[in-house]
């Protein structure tokens, strides 16, 4: 019997970290993880180029059962889903990370309660100087920073681990934006549950299994 | 070499010259050197209509262009449009007082659920710039705001902004409204925003999207053209 061809994850970069952290505590062998540079989250309109590409050159392997995005659809307003629909992917649901880590009634439910909410994850506290502070220029240009957040309230920090650290980093990063500051945890979220689905090997692969 | 001696002294340039060099400082960002460089044109005796749209238009014209082919981004653009903010905050009440011509009129808003602006006031200064008046009626606009704000202030074009994925929807609800009411056709509607596309704009019903600023500009100036065009003709039938 030959071992079930592996499912390859494309993910955003930002979620590397957990991605690899779910697979291993899922224990789902058959998956293969690549990301995307993280930084794309700052320039969304290259996601659908660089998923297309990425797809491509995972297909020329002829290697993969199936290919998924572990992508929210990241402000690329379904451009992204279209690449995904023409290449024959799939994509965990939700409009970005923030909402399938959260889940997505009650991500609706935070914005609803604050539309000027400033949401950050385990990663982009991690990185918030290279990604919020660069990102947006205001290493340069310090006065931007009234132009960039003046309709924010707060921040709310989706946690998916359970660091002091990041809560502090998280904390800190609210108080230099001079906003509130609000903690949720979410652990990985429908993230895992996402994962768990596609790391179940289709049915024709279990008759096979059972065969042997 | 003194730093001095590199200064370039605004007053000393001719009126090309100046023009030029407030184009390159629009274009570094500099708020101080456009007050000041507004100010001598005008001394000169230039109409605050040609200091607006020789001076600064043309000036945040090359950022749009620059921004566009990805050379400059967001906190760049950000900075050269502050420093026509403040060419325009001494030429607004002058413009205001003149018979500068008026393009058209429009009332601009960010959709119910975002608070994403600054795409939206690129566009309002751009559009002022080209002479229209701009009603700008904030961010989080529900359906009944929007339609408050056209009975109100009667404008040629609606335009609506959306920076999410998750707030872009809510244009059709704005539009639909208007069909609703029997007004969809009293207005150019006009939306933008980064996840938005031409697909996305013409799916909810509006009349064009806009891609960046200075694209909104064409585009309005396209369809004003047009509606004259139409209204001259049934004058002419």
């Known amino acids: 019997m030959s071992a079930p061809r592996p499912v390859l994850l494309i993910g955003c970069g930002a979620l590397a970290r957990e991605i690899s952290w779910a697979i291993t505590r899922g224990g789902w062998p058959n998956m293969e993880l690549v990301c995307l540079p993280a930084d794309l989250h700052n320039r969304p309109q290259d996601i659908p180029g660089a998923m297309k590409a990425r797809i491509r050159a995972a297909k020329e392997t002829g290697k993969y059962s199936k290919i998924l995005a572990i992508y929210g659809d990241c402000g690329t307003g379904g451009a992204l889903d279209a690449v995904l629909a023409a290449e024959g992917a799939g994509r965990i649901a939700g409009a970005h990370c923030y909402e399938f880590y959260t889940g997505s009634r009650a991500f609706t439910a935070l914005n609803d309660e604050e539309a000027g909410s400033f949401y950050l994850t385990d990663y982009l506290v991690r990185f918030f100087d290279r990604l919020v502070i660069e990102g947006l220029g205001l290493e340069r240009y310090p006065h931007l920073k009234d132009e960039y957040f003046r309709n924010y309230k707060r921040v709310v920090y989706l946690a998916q681990s359970d660091d002091a650290a990041l809560r502090k980093k998280a904390r800190q990063a609210a108080s230099r934006l001079g906003l509130d500051y609000v903690y949720r945890h979410t652990g990985f979220g429908g993230l895992e549950s996402y994962l768990a689905a596609a790391g179940t090997p289709p049915e024709e692969e279990k008759d096979d299994l059972r065969k042997t | ?237």
């Open chain 2, 1 to 237: 070499m003194s730093d001095d001696e590199d200064d370039i002294v605004l007053s000393k340039l001719d009126d090309a010259q100046l023009v030029l060099q407030m184009h390159d400082d629009i274009y570094d960002g500099l708020g101080d050197e456009i007050i000041e460089g507004t100010q001598i044109l005008l001394q000169r005796g230039w109409t605050p209509f040609d200091v607006l749209t020789k001076a600064l238009v043309e000036g945040m014209g090359v950022v749009g262009v620059d921004f566009r082919d990805g050379i400059l981004f967001v906190p760049e653009v950000l900075q050269s449009a502050n420093a026509m903010k403040a060419g325009m905050s001494i030429l607004r009440p002058l413009l205001a007082a003149s018979d500068a011509p008026r393009m058209g009129k429009m009332v601009i808003g960010t959709v119910k659920g975002d608070i994403h602006d600054i795409g939206k006031n690129l566009v309002g200064m751009m559009m002022e710039g080209a002479g229209f008046e701009v009603v700008d009626i904030g961010i989080n606009i529900d359906a009944e705001a929007y339609l408050a704000a056209l009975e109100e202030h009667k404008p040629d074009i609606l335009g609506m902004s959306a920076l999410l994925t998750t707030t872009m929807p809510y244009m059709k609800v704005v539009i639909d409204s208007l069909k609703t009411k029997g007004i969809r056709h009293d207005y150019i509607v006009l939306v933008g925003g980064a996840p938005l596309s031409e697909e996305f704009a013409l799916s909810v019903g509006a009349d064009a999207y806009c891609r960046d600023a200075a694209i909104a500009v064409d585009i309005a100036k396209s369809f004003m053209a047009r509606q004259q065009g139409a209204a001259i003709a049934v004058l002419d039938a």
